[in-house]
T-cell receptor, first 111, second 114 residues
Framework: KQEVTQIPAALSVPEGENLVLNCSFTDSAIYNLQWFRQDPGKGLTSLLLIQSSQREQTSGRLNASLDKSSGRSTLYIAASQPGDSATYLCAAYNQGGKLIFGQGTELSVKP | ETGVTQSPTHLIKTRGQQVTLRCSSQSGHNTVSWYQQALGQGPQFIFQYYREEENGRGNFPPRFSGLQFPNYSSELNVNALELDDSALYLC?????????????FGPGTRLTVL
């Protein structure tokens, strides 16, 4: 049974800092892995989708990596801004396309 | 904006009542999934519909049921509401059932059960 864990649960950094969010999963036979952003009380915004055959994806200041052998994914945010403050969720896809989510990392970027 | 819409935005019900939540999928998407997100938790998979048939179910009791219509919009019905059903309910649509199809989420319906 796939389980997804995110550490830390909360993170506070000063503006401009580079940071890394961690995601681990128990079953290396995942299909794809996706990172989402969620603002308080809102739905999910897709940030990056990493196909199972890929090792990383980049979009602007965001870079996500996937290491299936170690059961880990990281989301790297460069030059953080107060507007990046949100909860970041990672989710692993199973064969049927069902998403299994971690509990999220709540990020606060202080001006 | 993903093109996935949900209604209503917020809903307050009392224990024992029944509720229906609605989702309009993105144009061209034939697969809809529903997720429950309790406060401070990640979303949990409820079930998925593909071309009007249930196509996968998570660990939720039968009082959680759904429908998908010919235009691929969907409903989530919950009977005999319990206090623990209070959560954000998220709908996601995509173009197929395989994992290669990205899921696009709606804004959610916030359900409060008193």
């Amino acid at each position: 049974k796939q389980e997804v864990t995110q550490i830390p649960a909360a993170l506070s950094v000063p503006e401009g800092e580079n940071l890394v969010l961690n995601c681990s999963f128990t079953d290396s036979a995942i299909y794809n892995l996706q990172w989402f952003r969620q603002d308080p009380g809102k739905g999910l915004t897709s940030l990056l989708l990493i196909q199972s055959s890929q090792r990383e994806q980049t979009s602007g200041r965001l870079n996500a990596s996937l290491d299936k052998s170690s059961g880990r994914s990281t989301l790297y945010i460069a030059a953080s801004q107060p507007g990046d403050s949100a909860t970041y969720l990672c989710a692993a896809y199973n064969q049927g396309g069902k998403l299994i989510f971690g509990q999220g990392t709540e990020l606060s970027v202080k001006p | 904006e993903t093109g996935v819409t949900q209604s209503p935005t917020h809903l307050i019900k009392t224990r024992g009542q029944q509720v229906t939540l609605r989702c309009s999928s993105q144009s061209g998407h034939n697969t809809v999934s529903w997720y429950q997100q309790a406060l401070g938790q990640g979303p949990q998979f409820i079930f998925q519909y593909y071309r009007e048939e249930e196509n996968g179910r998570g660990n939720f009791p039968p009082r959680f049921s759904g429908l998908q219509f010919p235009n691929y919009s969907s409903e989530l019905n919950v009977n005999a509401l319990e206090l623990d059903d209070s959560a954000l309910y998220l709908c996601a649509s995509r173009g197929g059932t395989g994992s290669e199809y990205t899921q696009y989420f709606g804004p959610g319906t916030r359900l409060t059960v008193l």
